[in-house]
T-cell receptor, first 117, second 113 residues
Framework: GAVVSQHPSWVICKSGTSVKIECRSL??????MFWYRQFPKQSLMLMAT?????????EQGVEKDKFLINHASLTLSTLTVTSAHPEDSSFYIC?????????????FGPGTRLLVL | GENVEQHPSTLSVQEGDSAVIKCTYS??????FPWYKQELGKGPQLIIDIRSNVGEKKDQRIAVTLNKTAKHFSLHITETQPEDSAVYFCAAAYNTNAGKSTFGDGTTLTVKP
């Protein structure tokens, strides 16, 4: 199957700083990638859809100025958590779709654990 | 929007027994139903999926059944092994946009040796 990678796998930062997380599709191109957040013992919550060459689409309740998304190429999307606070501590997971129209399959990255002190 | 309910939230079985996890969905337009396995500290891994044009799909010890009329689908794991222990998520989507899946709340499966 297709492979999606994330970097870093974990990060600890001080409150008020910004953190960038990278998501790459390793063996396929993805015009669309997705960013999820997952709190302990909870399901995945879609934060935004990252579109190559255009603005991201954010889900209701997600602050676009706080979670900056850039999808500059067909294999790379980045999520920047700006002015991070302890409540932003979470597990962030990206995904990308592979396959032809009507046969798309979603592949997830390994996740990035963010701890804001 | 779509709403996916998953049951049970926890499931404990003896090694070698079967495990069944059930999900219901609300949007009749959904036609893509993947199942993911998530181990602690890792991203979800697709284990099997089914599209609405079939009622059942099997891959070795794992099978999924779909009842579009009743809007429910189930994951069946036979001959369970300790390494099957993980959190399992079902999801529903309109298959031209699989990434915008709506997820169930997850089932924690424990297989006791």
């Amino acid at each position: 199957g297709a492979v999606v990678s994330q970097h870093p796998s974990w990060v600890i930062c001080k409150s008020g700083t910004s953190v960038k997380i990278e998501c790459r599709s390793l063996d396929f191109q993805a015009t669309t990638m997705f960013w999820y957040r997952q709190f302990p013992k909870q399901s995945l919550m879609l934060m935004a859809t990252s579109n190559e060459g255009s603005k991201a689409t954010y889900e209701q309740g997600v602050e676009k100025d706080k979670f900056l998304i850039n999808h500059a190429s067909l294999t790379l999307s980045t999520l920047t958590v700006t002015s991070a606070h302890p409540e932003d501590s979470s597990f962030y997971i990206c995904s990308a779709n592979a396959g032809g129209p009507g046969q798309e399959t979603q592949y997830f990255g390994p996740g990035t654990r963010l701890l804001v002190l | 929007g779509e709403n996916v309910e998953q049951h049970p939230s926890t499931l404990s079985v003896q090694e070698g027994d079967s495990a069944v996890i059930k999900c219901t969905y609300s949007d009749s337009a959904s036609n893509y139903f993947p199942w993911y396995k998530q181990e602690l500290g890792k991203g979800p891994q697709l284990i099997i999926d089914i599209r609405s044009n079939v009622g059942e799909k099997k891959d070795q010890r794992i099978a999924v059944t779909l009842n579009k009329t009743a809007k429910h689908f189930s994951l069946h794991i036979t001959e369970t092994q300790p390494e099957d222990s993980a959190v399992y998520f079902c999801a529903a989507a309109y298959n031209t946009n699989a990434g915008k899946s709506t997820f169930g709340d997850g089932t924690t499966l424990t297989v006791k040796p």
